[in-house]
């Protein structure tokens, strides 16, 4: 069975700051893995999809990497700024989870001014 | 451009009552997923449905039942509210289980059961 970590929980940073978040995930064998922003109260909107043949996606201030074989994704935001404060979640689709999205649990940011 | 559109938006129900949640995409995909959020336990699969006419427990389906009414539509009932049942609700679909594509999400209901 696929399970998803995000690490950390949560991170408060001052403004300007380049960030890393990171997944890890359990069964290497993968389709793709997303990255999701969730404003409080509000659904999840999708950021970057990387595609298990690739090793990054760029969007913005945002770029997303992933290591298959050692079953991590980094989710890199630079120069960091208020408006970016959210939960930002990681899903993972593959055989090992029924080729479903499996959902780490969310890594929690503030970026304060 | 709608995408995955849930109703109601929120909900109170009292314990016992029963609902449905509605959920409709119009990107004319293929799968279509039902989830649970709760505070520090992520989102967890309720049920899915590969394609029209199917439908599979995910899993935490006690509770809950689905009806895929058609290729747009997929609802999930609650038969017997229980305040254990409180959570924010997301439908989600995708083109096919097994084509690498992006997942989208609906903005989510907010049930409460007191």
């Known amino acids: 069975k696929q399970e998803v970590t995000q690490i950390p929980a949560a991170l408060s940073v001052p403004e300007g700051e380049n960030l890393v978040l990171n997944c890890s995930f359990t069964?290497?064998?993968?389709?793709?893995l997303q990255w999701f922003r969730q404003d409080p109260g509000k659904g999840l909107t999708s950021l970057l999809l990387?595609?298990?043949?690739?090793r990054e996606q760029t969007s913005g201030r945002l770029n997303a990497s992933l290591d298959k074989s050692s079953g991590r994704s980094t989710l890199y935001i630079a120069a960091s700024q208020p408006g970016d404060s959210a939960t930002y979640l990681c899903?993972?689709?593959?055989?090992?989870?029924?080729?479903?999205?499996?959902f780490g649990r969310g890594t929690s940011l503030i970026v304060h001014p | 451009n709608a995408g995955v559109t849930q109703t109601p938006k929120f909900q109170v129900l009292k314990t016992g009552q029963s609902m449905t949640l509605q959920c409709a995409q119009d990107?004319?995909?293929?799968?279509m997923y039902w989830y649970r959020q709760d505070p520090g336990m992520g989102l967890r699969l309720i049920y899915y449905?590969?394609?029209?006419?199917?439908?599979d427990k995910g899993e935490v389906p006690n509770g809950y039942n689905v009806s895929r009414l058609n290729k747009r539509e997929f609802s999930l009932r609650l038969e017997s509210a229980a305040p254990s049942q409180t959570s924010v609700y997301f439908c989600?679909?995708?083109?096919?289980?097994?084509?690498?594509?992006?997942?989208?999400f609906g903005q989510g209901t907010r049930l409460t059961v007191v």
């Open positions: 989600a679909s995708s083109e096919a289980l097994q084509r690498s594509t992006e997942a989208f």
């Open positions: 069964d290497s064998a993968i389709y793709n």
């Open positions: 990387i595609q298990s043949s690739q």
């Open positions: 899903a993972v689709r593959g055989p090992g989870g029924s080729y479903i999205p499996t």
């Open positions: 990107m004319n995909h293929n799968s």
């Open positions: 449905s590969a394609s029209e006419g199917t439908t």
